[in-house]
């Protein structure tokens, strides 16, 4: 195991948790956004629109669990 916490990405991960979770959730919300919607015909501001919206809310819900940690200190 420890020589998994050394692999460079996971050893940022583990230093910059929430920074960490807003990435891998916002990149699997936009995967999921460009299956759903690829045959949609949306316009190239429409895709932007989206995937910004993907990656806000993705922060928001970040933010929002990280809540509970400041009740556990």
């Known amino acids: 195991m420890n020589t998994l916490q050394q692999f460079p990405p996971i050893k940022w991960a583990m230093v910059h948790p929430?920074?960490?979770?807003w990435i891998?959730?916002?990149?699997?919300?936009?995967?999921?956004?460009?299956?759903e919607a690829q045959n949609i015909g949306l316009t190239a501001f429409n895709w932007?629109?989206?995937i910004v919206a993907c990656i806000g809310v993705a922060g928001a819900c970040v933010w929002i669990i990280s809540w509970e940690d400041a009740d556990e200190e």
């Open 18 to 21: 929430r920074l960490a979770a």
């Open 24 to 35: 891998v959730l916002s990149i699997g919300m936009i995967i999921l956004l460009v299956i």
């Open 48 to 50: 932007i629109a989206l």
